[in-house]
């Protein structure tokens, strides 16, 4: 275990952002998380994976608590399936490519997410077509405030759209220690994205493998977004918001070209970057932050920005879909205070 003071987070974090932590923690193994947590009280802390769904407004006045733990292991398997168990400090996209060498079907559409094992059930991590939530199976972690070793499984997570029941009722109370997930054996792929077809469309080949469906997702991700190490970002800053048949009508009357997808329910999933487009916002640069020439969904620190400069940014790109379309963005990265 290493413990930091007032430790820089800048390279901790995907927005570059040179904030600094009280206190830096950062655990090798399950060990030395029990015996911290026996002997310290938590007053104000954050959990930290990879930093790269969170937005530090200044610099972080508590302990930041930062699992390093590693390891992929199958914990079990018949002829259809497979039970993979990841240790949480493990990056995710070892994981995929763990189970894409050993062609366990299931998670090659979320290649190249950036961040932790631990931290992709947190906010049931998503990407062409494919949830988390589809492939979970359980997880382990500590109960930080009772102090005790739990077991989560599908049904106590409440997963939805970019949520689960660690980024509500249990924000902050459960330090993620590994995670199970359940693949298949099977060749079964999720192919239906326009963007994977026009991709595929250039390959040409009849059978498909899980390494081409792999290749595919890189490719289409690194033509889309921006590389972190050269442009600090955090994905998508907003979530797709969801508007009910009223909205959806009188919205489309006014602007003939909305976009929307019809969801579960009835209400309708309108893309967040086509509100933003439409806003003028697309590759518009302000100072030292702006939204990405390819993708508008993404917030970038074009150079020294601060957190508040990128915060700012982010309200005004709310205020102005509200002015125009009556629709409030809510963020899908985390905004630290
Ligand atoms: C270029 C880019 C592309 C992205 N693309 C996608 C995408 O396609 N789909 C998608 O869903 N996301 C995407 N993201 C967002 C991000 O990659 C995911 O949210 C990822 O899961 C964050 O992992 P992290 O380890 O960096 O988490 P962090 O940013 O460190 O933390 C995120 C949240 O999880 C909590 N947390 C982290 N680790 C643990 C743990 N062990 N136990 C409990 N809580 C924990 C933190 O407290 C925080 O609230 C993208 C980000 C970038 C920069």
Known sequence: MQRITNASLKQLNSFGLDSTAKELVLFENEEEIISYLDKYELDKYLILGGGSNLLFLNDFDGVVLKNNCTGISILDQDNASVIVESKAGEEWDNLVRFCVDNEFYGIENLGLIPGSVGAAPVQNIGAYGVE????????????????????????????????????????????????????QK??????????????????????????????????????????????????????NPEIDPEQFSQL??????????????????????????????????????????????????????????????????????????????????????
Not at 252 to 279: M, R, T
Not at 299 to 308: D, K, L, P, Q, S
Request: net charge positive; with cysteine.
């Open 132 to 183: 988390l939530k589809d492939v979970f199976h359980s997880l382990i972690g500590y109960d930080l405030i009772n102090k005790v070793k739990k077991e989560f499984h599908f049904d106590e997570c409440n997963f939805g759209y970019r949520e689960s029941i660690f980024k509500n009722e249990l924000k902050q109370k459960i330090l993620i220690t590994s995670v199970r997930l359940k693949l």
């Open 186 to 239: 099977e060749r079964l792929f999720k192919l239906n994205y326009r963007a994977i077809q026009d991709e595929l469309g250039n390959l040409n080949k009849d059978e498909l493998t899980i390494k081409d469906v792999y290749k595919t997702i890189k490719n289409i991700r690194e033509s889309k977004l921006p590389e972190v190490s050269k442009l600090g970002n955090a994905g998508s800053f907003f979530k």
């Open 252 to 337: 489309k009357s006014k602007f003939h070209g909305l976009v929307a997808f019809p969801v579960d329910g009835g209400n309708y999933k309108v893309p967040a970057s086509w509100l933003i487009e439409q806003c003028g916002f697309k590759g518009k640069k302000v100072g030292n932050v702006g939204c990405y020439e390819k993708q508008s969904l993404v917030i970038v620190n074009y150079g020294n920005a601060t957190g508040e400069e990128l915060f700012n940014f982010s309200k005004t790109i709310q205020e102005t879909v509200f002015e125009k379309f009556n629709i409030m963005l809510t963020p899908e990265v985390n905004i630290i205070q």
